[in-house]
């Protein structure tokens, strides 16, 4: 059975290369490849042999890769782009998103099927799992739209719905089940657990993440167990082994009864890369030995993980696919190792004999931890390189939490499925559950709130660390005999300590720090001088701002702004704001003093509140440190002319924010302030070309222009005409949207 992985180790670096480098073409190159095992076959060789498999799996994977792109993929060029007729199958309930809603489909085109995602505004009709969509979309294929998101999830179109669309109840087909039950579980769930944890309990039973703010989310992630809220194998091994315990053991009558009911759970759940996974794996491990075939966990992967690239080879680029399958190799490989390098001493160990409940636990908690570390080994590379963190504070978490989210999934899922025919039953036993939800939340929050729980890889010397990191667990990994605990454990602390050295150390040394951070469409300004820790303006992407704010100040080892600075209410200027006032110490928060249409006054003051961070308003000119001065509104409508000006001068060095004002507002300014030759100015607006204005540029002179733009906005930012003019007066342009965040320092 081993030759499977052999043959997978030459299949997935192909399709690896052929979907992100070759894009499906050059599919010769595998006939070439399939030659060439011929060849090694033919020496007879141990060594050649294996070769031989690996080059086959090679040629295999090229060849499927550029069959799929020619016969599947290929005739979706002709709608790409194009406004059409969409007949369609709702496969789940919709789901709310920014701008509306979108609903998993199944539609057809040239013969074949496709699924595809429709984004629509029309809340009116909410289509159910397994009901006929018509419509009007605009179609755009997958693969174009993002490269990893639709591709590996197997979603080749993504549709906007023209104008309005009809939906036709579909009846009850048996395909239409999963979908139905879901959206009854999730509805049974909200009814039978308290609101305040209601939202994190149908994301561990559903996968369902809707019902959990940003901040949530955000700090499950820090923890690093934010895959209890993602159905994933963790999730199937536990609904397996409950069914198992239930069957009293008897695995012949486990595999007929848990492996159907795992099926509709894994499709129930919306079938995600990693349930799938560990279904498969499952099956395969459970089907073994009633065929007479011996257990063995690598053969299993590599079936699956072929099994699965077969179906739709662009699901390597799926990120939750590429983490269950490192983190279960970890484990697998891993996990027994590092748990038997844990010497138990004598006296210890007689303890444990006399005490036999306590030594059950403390094994429990050893074993998780062995299992966190050892998902370290293929996970952390991953999760470094798609999210730039790496959770520290998960090694706690997970043995902490870990079987209280085991008793949550199974008594979640039963006291949900009871609600369904006895609503009385559910509510009553809810609250039980609520206190554990609450104890595993609780544990989380503290655990985000403690300083580096994670580190974040936009500094050099925290990559640096992660590299260090990464190769010690290694070693323990495969060499647990040659490392001593307490050694190694002295080493990961002497690094921690150097790398945080060095990061503080760097950003303090500097006589100035300017950094206009990539949020996205919006803006977002970090200024560090004298001490202090100033930032301006934090929006872009909802509550993403934010955190991207914080995870750059943490990054240097900054864990309190001092004053917050926000120019004016717009969302894309302080939309993030929320989120950095719960993850940073923040000592002053600087409005206008003028009230906004969207509330967002209302909701900063709350939120300051609750942080303890000062609010102080913008009536006049004010220096709000050594340095920096804030020009009050030259209006006081609700607009953008109402926002706040910013001059931050170090040395001989100024800089000007002029947040969103307008040519005419710029004129005000000029006005009313003598303002110095600019060394760096923020372009207004975004670039606009209602701001920047040529009267701006000719006496303030600045040298350097800087632009804060979304890759692709929908505005046009930044605008021809604003970037002519800025090249008129000589100055240099960076720009968000091609270099990404920008730093200044001297």
Not at 296 to 306: G, N
Not at 697 to 723: C, D, M
Request: hydrophobic residues 50%; aromatic residues 10%.
């Amino acid at each position: 059975m081993r030759k499977l992985c052999w043959f997978a180790l030459g299949f997935v670096p192909a399709v690896l290369a052929m979907v992100l480098v070759l894009g499906g073409r050059f599919w010769w190159l595998g006939g070439i490849a399939v030659l060439l095992s011929v060849f090694a076959f033919l020496l007879r060789r141990p060594w050649a042999r294996r070769a031989a498999i690996a080059l086959l799996g090679l040629g295999f994977g090229m060849l499927w890769c550029g069959l799929y792109q020619g016969v599947f993929l290929r005739p979706l060029a002709d709608v790409d782009g194009s406004v059409v007729p969409v007949e369609a199958v709702a496969i789940e309930a919709p789901r709310e998103t920014r701008y509306g809603g979108s609903v998993l489909v199944q539609m057809e085109h040239g013969g074949r099927r496709y699924r595809a995602v429709l984004y629509f505004q029309d809340q009116t009709v909410q289509p159910e799992a397994g009901d006929h969509i018509s419509c009007n979309a605009k179609l755009v294929r997958g693969e174009e739209k993002d490269d990893t998101y639709y591709s590996g999830k197997g979603v080749w179109l993504v549709g906007t719905v023209k104008g309005a669309w009809t939906v036709t109840k579909g009846g009850n087909s048996p395909a239409s089940w999963p979908g139905k039950l879901s959206a009854k579980l999730g509805e049974t769930a909200a009814c039978i657990f308290p609101a305040d944890v209601a939202g994190f309990l149908r994301g561990l039973l559903l996968g369902a993440r809707d019902g959990m703010d940003y901040a949530q989310r955000n700090e499950l992630s820090i923890a690093g167990i934010y895959h209890a809220v993602a159905v994933s194998g963790m999730h199937v091994s536990i609904l397996f082994g409950m069914i198992l315990l239930l069957c009293g053991g008897n695995r012949r009558l486990a595999a007929a009864i848990g492996l159907p009911v795992v099926a509709f759970f894994v499709v129930m759940t919306g079938a995600a890369a990693s349930s799938v996974r560990a279904g498969c794996m499952l099956a395969l491990l459970m089907l073994a030995p009633l065929a007479g075939r011996e257990d063995d966990p690598p053969t299993s992967i590599a079936a699956v993980l072929f099994v699965l690239l077969v179906v739709n080879p662009w699901a390597i680029l799926d990120i939750g696919l590429q983490l269950s399958f490192a983190s279960t190799a970890g484990i697998l490989l891993f996990s027994g190792k590092i748990y038997r390098s844990f010497p138990v001493g004598k006296r210890f160990g007689q303890f444990l004999g006399r005490h036999r409940h306590i030594g059950w636990l403390l094994r429990a908690v050893l074993s998780a931890f062995c299992c966190s570390l050892a998902s370290m080994v293929f996970s952390l590379p991953l999760t470094a390189v798609h999210f730039g963190t790496v959770s520290l504070a998960a090694l706690l978490v997970n043995p902490l939490c870990l079987w209280a989210v085991s008793i949550l999934f199974t008594g979640g899922l039963a006291l949900c499925l009871a609600g369904l025919f006895l609503p009385g039953v559910g509510a009553a036993f809810g609250w039980i559950l609520a206190w554990l939800a609450r104890y595993v939340l609780g544990v989380v929050h503290l655990a985000a709130k403690l300083p580096f729980a994670a580190v974040y890889l936009n500094s050099a010397y925290w990559t640096m660390f992660a590299v260090a990191l990464y190769g010690l667990v290694i070693l323990i990994a495969v060499r647990p005999e040659a490392v001593r605990k307490w050694e190694a454990l002295a080493a990961a602390a002497v690094c921690f300590g150097v790398c945080l050295g060095c990061a503080a150390v760097e950003y303090r040394a500097a006589e100035f720090t300017f950094t206009m951070l990539d949020v996205g469409q919006g803006q977002c300004l970090v200024y560090r001088s004298g001490g202090r820790t100033m930032v301006v303006d934090c929006g872009g992407v909802p509550d993403e701002a934010g955190e991207t704010a914080a995870r750059y100040l943490q990054s240097r080892c900054v864990f309190r702004v001092d004053d917050l600075v926000l120019t004016h209410f717009d969302s894309d200027h302080v939309n993030g704001a929320l989120q950095l006032l719960r993850r940073e110490q923040v000592g002053t928060l600087w409005l206008p003093d003028v009230e906004d249409g969207d509330g967002w006054r209302a909701r900063l003051e709350a939120a300051a509140e609750d942080a303890g961070c000062r609010v102080e308003y913008v009536r006049e000119d004010c220096e709000i440190s050594e340095g920096v001065t804030l020009f009050a509104p030259v209006s006081g409508k609700n607009d953008n002319d109402s926002g706040v000006c910013c001059l931050a001068s170090a040395g001989e060095y100024d800089i000007l924010i002029t947040g969103d004002l307008s040519k005419m507002a710029e004129y005000r300014v000029l006005a009313r302030h003598a303002l110095p030759d600019i060394e760096l100015l923020v372009a207004g607006h975004h670039g606009a070309k209602t701001s920047t204005s040529e009267a701006l540029l000719e006496i303030t002179q600045p040298e350097t222009v800087l632009l804060s733009v979304g890759e692709g906005n929908r505005y046009g930012h930044p605008a021809a005409e604003t970037l002519e003019t800025i090249e008129k007066y000589g100055a240099e342009v960076y720009r968000t949207d091609v270099q990404g965040s920008l730093t200044v320092w001297r």
